[in-house]
């Protein structure tokens, strides 16, 4: 009897173990190297992947795709009310950082994948709304081609207090919302929830006019529930 326990005990151990662990082959390299990310950045990347090699993502997780706007969310889990949502934020990331990251979400193959991305590529002078949406854009392809079951949310790029680069933002957004008719991705309008009338960020949800608050966090929870009712059943 004993015998029978333990080798059932083992025998789901080793299961469990399966289970939560990816190939290290489906996570990016230490030594990649990503244009437009910042000198801080470069080191704070693969510190988080680090990070999520820890706690990989499984099957039917709810993915929170992004940069520091999404990582300083916390635990997306929480704040939803919904079962296993996993954060993937990287503050400092860029459109191409995502990219090269999408081998463990291809590999867990999740529910499903809300994704902000983008700011940090509009306030380099060098990229262009066209460079930043076509980038989206192939994130949702890749997602499409190697987890097909996953549904991808596009959330349109939040406002800013920083006026040089509301047109791009803008220009940007319009981009995505034309794409989104090709049905790579579901669309969410985020920007518009948090845009005042001049289209910067309402100052009550950010703590320094890019960066959300707390009432900023419950404001967009609260969206997210609204809009995708019953999401989590």
Known sequence: MITRFLLLFFTVLSFYSHAQSLPDSVYPADTL?????????????????KEFKKVPLQKNDIVFLGNSITEQGGDWSKRLGWQAVKNRGISGDVTEGVLKRLGELTYAKPKAVFLLIGINDIFNSATTPEYVADNILAIAKAIRKGSPQTTLYVQTILPT????????VQQTNALLRKKAGRKAYQLLDTHALFADEGDGMKKEYTKDG????????????????????GFDE
Do not use: C, F, M
Request: charged share 20%; glycine share 2%; net charge neutral.
């Open 210 to 229: 890019v960066h959300l608050n707390e009432e900023g966090y419950v404001l967009w929870a609260d969206y997210l529930k609204n809009q995708l009712p």
């Open 161 to 168: 207090t920083t006026t040089s680069i509301k047109e791009k």
């Open 33 to 49: 190297s990503i244009a437009y990310h910042s000198t801080w950045t470069k080191t704070h990347y693969p510190e988080r992947i």
